[in-house]
């Protein structure tokens, strides 16, 4: 269940107001609850029959005719709710809300929201640049509201810029994390995730169950917490988390290049090797496919892969790394001997039959002198965990 499962969505006139019914979909495959209210230009854009038909109730959109949410609509769809989106938000309605202008029932539900607002804004470039735009945001921003975009690229008036509107998974990916504690802000973190693929010829290799989930949540928590993130991923089909920079990689030694390659001349403060990379590389991978010959067997023969968490530790322009350990048994042992070996200030250990592919995961945090137990819990919990963790060892550092 998403964090903020109670939503109304305020829809204004913009013509990326259609991206909303997919929104509202896609909120409701969540399991959340969701309420529209329109202003009267939105409606030009997009029938409130199609936002009833898609949220389940019926749209909000003026004072004075007393719906489903009471008399006083600005006051019951706000009670109902535990955010509220205005999307798209155009300049109109971020002026009005900068200056507590209330003369419709959308910007009346603003002024009198009491649950945090994230305003998703699609506009024309120039008219996000403008600097009353600009002065009206920074005026919202400061009085706690939260902001998810805008892009840059195509817009629907030909022009190329800053001002077109994020995608619905993308604001959808942002949402969980819109009130965590900024505990990383101005902090550069590379997290490693998924698996590694080992080639033996050109059609088949070796690789291990890792779904990359825990890795991506762990990318996401600390692009919640304000860090700058680059996520270095072996093959998984997983989207990008939102406003997170990612690198593919397909083998160990692709995903060590491209983790010196990020670390280059600016280092990082976190590293958090979440990544399952294969151990052994095959030596006589060979280029086409080995063909199945009767009766005989192709011989692989293998080296050790670099050891990445390691390699990080020595280059000394990471303030702190973090790594996994999934094992089989000894969990504490091994992990508190990986802490050691590798220089990791903290390993997060975990029985890796239980860990593999899953939604949670049970994990033990394990530091040179300590060892605590944490979860079951959502995957995204348990990076919750870590980062908070991680930014206490920081700050401490
Ligand atoms: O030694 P082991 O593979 O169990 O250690 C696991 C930890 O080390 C994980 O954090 C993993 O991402 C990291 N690791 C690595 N490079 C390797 C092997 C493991 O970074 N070649």
């Not at 470039?125 to 690229?153: I, K, Y």
């Not at 959502?378 to 965990?385: F, G």
Request: hydrophobic share 45%; glycine share 10%; aromatic share 6%.
């Amino acid at each position: 269940m998403p964090r903020f499962s109670r939503i109304t969505l305020a829809v204004t006139g913009g013509i990326a107001a259609y991206k909303c019914c997919e929104f509202v979909r896609a909120l409701k495959k969540t399991g959340s609850d969701v309420h529209v209210a329109m202003t009267e230009h939105a409606a030009a854009f997009v029938g409130p029959v199609t936002f009833e038909a898609l949220s389940g109730h019926p749209v909000a959109m003026t004072e004075w005719a007393p719906g489903p949410q009471g008399a006083m609509p600005h006051i019951g769809l706000n009670q109902s709710s535990d955010l509220l989106v205005v999307m798209p938000a155009t300049a109109n309605i971020i002026a009005k809300a900068a200056h507590g202008i209330a003369d419709d029932l959308v910007s009346t539900l603003i002024a009198a929201r009491r649950q945090p607002v994230l305003f998703v804004p699609a506009m024309n470039r120039f008219m996000w640049d403008n600097p009353a735009n600009q002065r009206n945001v920074e005026t919202l921003r400061r009085d706690g509201c939260f902001f998810a975009g805008p892009a840059s690229g195509f817009q629907a008036c030909g022009d190329v810029g800053a001002g077109r509107m994020l995608e619905p998974s993308e604001v959808l990916d942002l949402m969980d994390g819109l009130t965590v504690p900024k505990s990383l802000e101005g902090r550069r973190v590379v997290v490693t995730a998924g698996p590694t693929f080992e080639p033996i010829d050109d059609v088949r290799g070796i690789t291990n169950r890792s779904s990359g989930r825990q890795g991506f949540d762990v990318a996401r928590a600390a692009r919640d917490a304000g860090a700058d993130v680059t996520l270095i991923a072996g093959p998984c089909p997983l989207p990008t988390p939102a406003g997170v920079k990612r690198i593919d990689a397909v083998t160990a030694a692709d995903m060590a290049a491209a983790v010196a390659g990020t670390l280059e001349g600016r280092g990082a403060d976190l590293f958090i090797g979440v990544a399952a990379v294969a151990d052994w590389r095959v030596t006589n991978a060979r280029a086409g496919k080995i063909k199945k010959t009767d009766g005989r067997l192709p011989e692989l023969q293998f080296e050790e892969n670099v050891d990445i968490l390691r390699m990080v530790g020595e280059r000394g322009d990471v303030k702190i790394t973090i790594g996994f350990a999934a094992e089989a048994e000894n969990l504490e042992a091994y992990a508190r001997d990986k802490c050691q070996r590798k220089g990791a200030s903290l390993i997060v250990g975990n029985i890796a039959r239980e860990a593999l592919g899953g939604a949670e995961n049970s994990v033990l945090f394990v530091t040179p002198d300590s060892a605590e137990a944490f979860g079951p819990a959502p995957k995204r919990d348990v990076a919750d965990e870590i980062i908070r963790r991680a930014s206490q060892i920081l700050t401490k550092n």
